[in-house]
């Protein structure tokens, strides 16, 4: 049997362009991808109700979720009704806040649609054409041009055929070949009539020229010329040359390389039709552009596309624009090649149309889903405090690293300033040179101490004790500047036991002198056995056993539970309180405590004999500075507490300053004075009244 001789001129036309063309399911796969290259995350879907409507629809609805866009109606055209369920299917549409629908139809079977839409006034969608329409001839109906514009499809692939706009410009009406259909085409190209024949324009002879077969087909363009977008006719041209090569190599059939029995070669001029086959399976044919054609096990050629876009143009008439291509053979990141400068959409900016159930949540804030509603649908929820989003649509919130915190848009994460009471800062510098200023006023005291220390005032108030407690009162001002700086190892190691015992001296001493003075003044009673207490001896052991309570405190702290350096981050949460932590806090208030113990013996001793006789009242000068010590640390209780940061170190260092400042004012400031600027009063005569108070 002859091959021609089986399939009719006809039915071998349509069989041969079918057979290069690609399955619809890759025509499914490439809706799904442009629907997720564009962005468009809520779509509707729209089908006509056969096979190639609903496999096809149903592809392209898995693979968008798969995509991870939402669908957000799903209809059916009926061909079963007149109206193709138009109404119900306008309605829904109208409904929805979707701008983007796929539509899997024929052009035919969409008009209904369209119309219904045309009546509700509906133009603000964007439609994604299946192959079936994305070239059909909706584009040339008037009306339906504000309602198709910016439509974007997938359209079989059109390539050039060589030679062929030259072979149809060389078409001549005095051709032997259908030389009638010519003539008729010829006159209707030219608008003329062949002198001889009938007329077959039925237009009225005296409007028409005579056709001279001189006219040039190169002047005119018309459907017939235009070889641009040949799309059936491409696909029957690579048809054909895949039966030629599937010929040829059958003709060149080597011996032992047939399908047959003993691997013999058909015989061309008794072929059957699966013998043809066997060859066409394994055809590749080199086509122009570089493709080549080729059949996968399932007998699919590669699959490539056109990307076609109606344009609406300024004279009001839609044309179909190719844009770019398709092509499943290229790497994942290059299955679209399309030039984004020839897109033209219908919306106002322009720009591509977004369609989203909800807006992308930006930097900041994450995604929370709507309860019964698709993922796509969600509220922005902005992120707790020291977290951040890098990304929008964000599904949760990145938290900060400790020593870091969220910018203004909380979309990075930047670090912490860090905050200490420094050398540099304003407050530091001030209490720098506070403490480095009052510490010349003790070494001021002791120069004149020593200068007049024969004179009566300063022999009757213990001149070895004074110039101790001025020395300790010095160290007491320094000392404040141990807390200020970059919170150092062993900077915290020291800073508080250094206060402390410091202090501890200076207090001890004050403490030895109100000793000393009841002691004295007891002593001067007659049969009175406290004469031998009254000597320096005591008041050295008395400041010794009170220095050395306050070392054991301060050791012990140390040894047990030694303060060391840290990093707040919850007192401030965009700064990094660089502090130390005392390591024991009840090692810190009780060497604290022991102060307040060692000036309230102090206080409680002044106070009790502030009736003394006593020419320069040194009981109540006590009493007076052990009030104001106590005063000062006892507001700062209630004022560490409650300050922050770099303030609660500003707080102690002027505790600490204030503090010592009364002790020297209290206790010095009058001897100065008498010294200086009353010399009549620094007598031993004047020393001696009782009187005086």
């Known amino acids: 049997m002859r091959f021609y001789a089986v399939t009719p001129p006809a039915a071998l036309k349509i069989t041969l362009a079918a057979g290069t063309v690609p399955s619809d399911a890759f025509q499914s796969l490439g809706l799904a991808k442009l629907v997720l290259h564009f962005g468009w995350t809520w779509v509707g879907l729209l089908a006509i109700d056969n096979d190639y409507g609903q496999q096809g629809i149903q592809m392209v609805r898995q693979e968008i979720i798969k995509g991870g866009a939402c669908v957000a109606f799903a209809e059916n055209i009926m061909m079963n009704q007149p109206d193709r369920n138009a109404p119900r299917i306008v309605k829904v549409i109208k409904e929805s806040n979707v701008k983007v629908i796929v539509i899997f139809s024929t052009d035919v079977d969409l008009v209904p649609v369209l119309e219904e839409m045309l009546r509700h006034n509906i133009t603000n969608k964007t439609f994604v054409a299946s192959e079936a329409w994305s070239t059909s001839s909706l584009h040339s109906i008037e009306k339906f041009s504000r309602l198709l514009s910016g439509t974007i499809g997938l359209a079989f692939y059109s390539g050039s055929i060589p030679g062929l ?11 032997s070949l259908e030389k009638d259909w010519i003539k008729i085409f ?3 190209a030219f608008n003329c009539k062949f002198p001889l024949g009938s007329n077959t324009t039925n237009v009225s002879n005296a409007i028409l020229n005579d056709c001279t077969g001189q006219e040039n087909l190169e002047n005119i363009k018309s459907s017939f010329t235009d070889v641009s977008n040949l799309r059936t006719t491409y696909s029957v041209y690579t048809a054909v040359r895949v039966v030629a090569k599937a010929l040829k190599d059958l003709n060149n059939c080597g011996l032992m390389q047939g399908p047959l029995s003993q691997y013999r070669c058909p015989d061309i001029y008794l072929l059957h039709p699966w013998q043809l086959l066997y060859y066409m399976k394994n055809v590749r044919v080199k086509l122009s552009g570089g493709r080549e054609l080729y059949f996968d096990e399932n007998g699919d050629p590669p699959p490539v596309y056109d990307i ?12 179909q624009v190719k844009v770019g291509s398709y092509d499943t053979a290229a790497s994942t990141n290059q299955f679209f090649t399309i030039n984004t400068s020839l897109l033209l959409w219908a919306t106002e900016d322009h720009q591509v149309p977004l369609s989203v159930c909800s807006n992308s949540c930006p930097y900041g804030f994450w995604k929370a889903a709507r309860s019964g509603q698709p993922a796509c649908c969600f509220e922005c929820v902005p992120c707790p405090h020291g977290a951040i989003t890098n990304n929008t649509n964000s599904i949760d919130c990145i938290k900060c690293p400790f020593d870091q915190w969220p ?29 480095l200023l009052s ?27 004074s110039c101790l407690l001025l020395i300790s009162l010095s160290f007491c001002f320094l000392s404040s500047m141990a807390f200020i700086g970059y919170p150092q190892p062993e900077k915290c190691l020291l800073r508080q036991a250094t206060f402390g015992m410091v202090f501890a001296l200076c207090i001890s001493c004050i403490l030895a002198k109100t000793v000393m003075v009841v002691l004295a003044f007891m002593a001067t009673k007659p049969d009175s056995n406290l004469r031998k207490w009254a000597t320096p001896q ?15 405190i301060c050791l012990s ?49 002044a106070f009790l004999s502030r009736r003394l006789p006593d020419s320069f009242n040194e009981a109540q000068y006590i009493t007076f500075s052990m009030l104001s010590f106590l005063s000062v640390w006892i507001s700062y209780i209630p004022g560490s507490l409650s300050a922050e940061g770099k303030y609660t170190v500003a707080m102690e ?41």
């Open 538 to 552: 005591v008041s050295c052991m008395i400041v010794f056993i009170g220095f050395l309570l306050q070392f054991v």
């Open 308 to 319: 076609v876009n109606w344009q609406l143009s300024s004279e009001g008439s839609i044309q």
């Open 165 to 175: 706009g030259r072979f149809l410009k060389a078409v001549h009406p005095n051709s």
């Open 557 to 605: 702290w140390l040894l047990l539970a030694p303060p060391f350096p840290q990093y707040s981050t919850h007192t401030q949460s965009m700064v990094i309180i660089v502090e130390c932590n005392e390591g024991s806090s009840i090692a810190f208030w009780t060497m604290l405590g022991y102060l307040f113990f060692l000036a309230t013996i102090s206080f409680i001793v």
């Open 653 to 693: 260092t002027f505790a600490i300053l204030a503090s010592s400042w009364a002790l020297v004012i209290c206790m010095f400031l009058p001897k100065c004075f008498i010294i200086l600027f009353r010399p009549n009063l620094n007598s031993k005569i004047n020393i001696m009244k009782k009187d005086r108070y």
């Open 439 to 465: 510490s010349l006023a003790p070494d001021f005291i002791l120069r004149l101490f020593f200068q007049y220390k024969s004179s009566p005032v300063v022999k009757a108030n213990n001149y070895s004790l």
């Open 407 to 435: 910018n203004k848009e909380k979309s990075t994460c930047i670090p912490k300033s860090m905050e200490y009471l420094s050398f540099e800062d304003p407050l530091g510098t001030s209490v720098t040179a506070i403490s």
């Open 186 to 188: 010829w006159e209707q």
